[in-house]
């Protein structure tokens, strides 16, 4: 499953949100905190701080246009 990190006061996320939404592909999403230095699940997971963020697997993206590019791949294979 997709796992979307995201914060709701970053207009990045909040268009990856829109995009994913609007592609229709399932994701969790994990929303992090406004400090990176208490982002350790993200960095766990991505090697990183930034957001957004989205992982597949061993997947990382860390490019919001990548993220959504991402996405549309992974719902055309779900079709």
Do not use: H, S
Request: include cysteine; hydrophobic fraction near 45%.
């Amino acid at each position: 499953m997709l796992i979307l990190y995201c914060a709701c006061w970053c207009p990045k996320c909040l268009w990856v949100e829109d995009n994913l939404r609007d592609i229709g592909v399932a994701y969790k999403l994990v929303r992090v905190e406004r400090e990176p230095k208490d982002r350790k699940a993200l960095l766990r997971d991505t090697g990183q701080r930034g957001i957004p963020a989205l992982v597949d697997g061993d997947k990382v993206f860390l490019d919001e246009w990548d993220i959504v590019r991402y996405a549309k791949e992974v719902a055309a294979r779900q079709m």
